[in-house]
């Protein structure tokens, strides 16, 4: 049995619930409902509630419909902020730079008003679409796993309250309640692949495959999900070293591997090298797979992947941070921290590359091979070079990315 909807929203609070909440409301139904839900919530468990809106600009009814949310909090004494996106240059998916911009101005509202949690409105119609999106990605497990009830990012904890519900109950809840909501048109433009998702679902129907049957599929592939992150971090413990800001995997531990946990490791590596969030495209890690496997290199989103011996190591790819130049007091390539005698205001940390390795005469003393040096980092007075303190030049100088064992391990664990 379903449970009802106000113990929904209680339960994704608790047990540890925040001392201010905030909410993201676009004056769509969902969000309406969520709001009201909320605001009872967070009456009985004396929680904060503070909404905001996000205006578009690419409707001409957003501002309205923002003033109607701006009215509703006021009547239930919500503090409430409105803020503009004006960012679409007209270029890419409109769907994606909005979600976005959404995200970016949510979590940095959030973050200059204190708040650490903030609640926003999917159903579980919205989970059933994404999955059958996904599907047409042909996804993997992390992909079906789709939306889930919590989740950090941008340095905000983001709850979905409102998984286990469906759109038309919803609407129930808000007529029952005689609240007003507005329809967005674009929900029913087929332009869009959620909108076809969305009435395919219809068709499937009489499957069985409605958003409750797609809904327990997400769970459960939450559930493989989760079992992954934890093998591949475990592995990463047995298997990974950090050598010269390369990740190093000791190879015949990596090959005994199933393929999936290899996947995810090289996953790792490269995020935990990049900075990056968005993982390459599934094909490109298959053949970067296929090239270790067969004992050759290959490079994917500026990393190299090469074998050397009994140890496959994955760095920065040489050209991938030619142009990168900072001062030796802030972070080299997001990562490396150098420290050295002197101040000296005319001194750069630049990658060494081919011309400073050829000024370094003892660099294979150091046993690191000559590709991971190219792309370590360097101190240069103009074209001069100063030190390189990995390729056997230190002369005072070091160089070292800090927290670096621990670091890849939590990478492991937060994908």
């Not at 006021?74 to 270029?91: A, I, Y």
């Not at 808000?174 to 219809?202: G, Q």
């Not at 298997?239 to 000791?250: P, Y």
């Amino acid at each position: 049995m379903t449970r009802p909807l106000a113990q929904q929203v209680a339960d994704s609070i608790l047990p540890d619930s925040p001392d201010t909440l905030g909410v993201a409301v676009s004056g769509g139904g969902d969000s309406m409902a969520l709001l009201h839900l909320l605001h009872g919530c967070c009456r009985d468990l004396d929680i904060s509630l503070q909404a905001i809106t996000i205006d578009h600009g690419l409707r001409p009814e957003a501002r309205a419909e923002a003033q109607m949310v701006e009215e509703f909090c006021r009547s239930l004494g919500v503090p409430h902020d409105t803020v503009q996106w004006r960012g679409w240059d007209g270029s890419g998916n409109l769907q994606n730079a909005a979600r976005t911009a959404r995200q970016r101005l949510i979590a940095d509202w959030a973050q200059a008003k204190g708040i650490g949690t903030v609640a926003l409105g999917h159903t579980a119609d919205d989970q059933a679409e994404t999955i059958l999106m996904r599907l047409a990605r042909q996804a993997g497990a992390d992909g079906l796993s789709a939306m889930a009830p919590r989740r950090e990012g941008r340095g905000i904890l983001w709850l979905r309250p409102l998984l286990s519900a469906g759109r038309a109950e919803l609407r129930s809840y808000l007529s029952e309640n005689a609240i007003r909501w507005a329809e967005d048109p674009s929900n029913e433009d087929t332009a869009y692949d959620r909108i076809k998702a969305r009435r395919a679902l219809v068709l499937l129907e009489p499957l069985g495959i409605d958003a409750a049957c797609l809904g327990a599929v997400a769970s459960q592939m939450a559930d493989v999900r989760a079992a992954l992150v934890w093998q591949t971090a475990q592995a990463a413990k047995a298997l990974v070293q950090i050598r010269a800001g390369a990740v190093t995997f000791d190879a015949a531990g990596w090959h005994a591997q199933p393929r999936e946990i290899q996947r995810r490791l090289i996953l790792a590596a490269i995020r935990w090298l990049t900075g990056t969030v968005y993982a390459p495209r599934r094909g490109a890690i298959g053949g970067l797979l296929e090239a270790l496997q067969t004992g050759r290199a290959a490079t994917v989103e500026g990393c190299h992947a090469m074998v050397r011996r009994d140890s496959i190591w994955i760095f920065r790819e040489a050209n991938a941070v030619r142009s990168l130049e900072t001062s030796p007091a802030d972070l080299w390539d997001g990562r490396w921290a150098l420290a050295g005698p002197g101040e000296d205001a005319c001194l750069q940390v630049r990658a060494l590359g081919e011309g400073g390795l050829a000024q370094c005469p003892e660099w294979r003393d150091t046993g690191l091979p000559r590709d991971v040096l190219l792309s370590t980092p360097a101190v240069w007075r103009g074209t001069d070079l100063v030190a390189a303190p990995l390729a056997g030049l230190a002369r005072g100088w070091t160089a070292e990315v800090p927290g670096a064992d621990d670091g890849f391990t939590l990478t492991a664990l937060s994908h």
